[in-house]
């Protein structure tokens, strides 16, 4: 058996689509190393869930249990079967001592997770809920988009998720939606929604400021 074989016997653990991995507010001592497979975090909010990432193999999530102490920060869901490697605090704590590599990805996801929450921040200040929405949908692009063979891009999270991530009502969002399907840069399908082309959508939101700045024409 090899090296890999063998620590997935040890600490190998598997799911079925719809499963969840851990749930926001419980408590956890572990973290987990997708092998194959994809997994969605999520976050309850006063209007439902909203997807902070799609993660596949060779990610980890879990590991701000570990780091902190504290409660589970969201719920993690196989989106189709799972295969992990699930380590706990000790054992953890040994890779990043004797890894210098690991330690560096944990520092960059931090990172990264940073520059998320100022990204948001960024979202949430503008007033114009038409900019929120496609500021959102921009970010959320750039965080879990998946590339579409014939072009453009699928961002996996519901009407939904995206109205609450931008702090908008199902209506608010709905209004803006139905001009950006109109203009053909946004399509929405059971999946999540579609865009065509992300410089366009990006060209629409700076028309969007200008207007704002300056008002109407």
């Given at each position: 058996m090899t090296d890999s074989g063998q620590l997935m016997a040890r600490v190998g653990r598997t799911f079925e689509a719809g499963d969840v991995i851990?749930?926001?507010?419980?408590?956890?001592?572990?973290?987990?190393v997708v092998q194959t497979g994809q997994v969605r975090i999520t976050r309850h909010g006063q209007d439902g869930d909203s997807t902070l990432a799609v993660l596949g193999?060779?990610?980890?999530?879990?590991e701000m249990a570990i780091l902190n102490g504290r409660p589970r920060t969201a719920t993690a869901e196989a989106l189709t079967e799972l295969r992990v490697l699930e380590i706990n605090a000790r054992t953890f704590g040994q890779m990043v001592v004797g890894n210098a590599e690991i330690a560096v990805r944990l520092i960059t996801r931090l990172a990264r997770r940073l520059d998320a929450?100022?990204?948001l921040v960024d979202v949430l200040m503008h007033r114009d809920p038409k900019s929120r929405l496609i500021l959102g949908l921009a970010r959320q692009a750039d965080v879990i988009g998946v590339?579409?063979?014939g072009g453009g891009v699928l961002v996996p999270i519901s009407h939904e998720?995206?109205?609450?991530?931008?702090?908008?009502?199902?209506d608010e969002a709905e209004e803006v939606l139905v001009r950006l399907r109109r203009l053909r840069i946004v399509e929405q399908t059971e999946e999540g929604f579609v865009v065509g082309d992300l410089d366009r959508l990006r060209e629409f939101l700076?028309?969007?400021?200008m207007r704002e700045k300056f008002g109407d024409a």
């Open positions: 851990f749930r926001e507010g419980e408590p956890g001592d572990t973290m987990f193999a060779g990610d980890f999530f879990g929450a100022n990204a590339s579409l063979e998720e995206l109205a609450s991530g931008v702090g908008l009502t199902h700076e028309f969007l400021s």
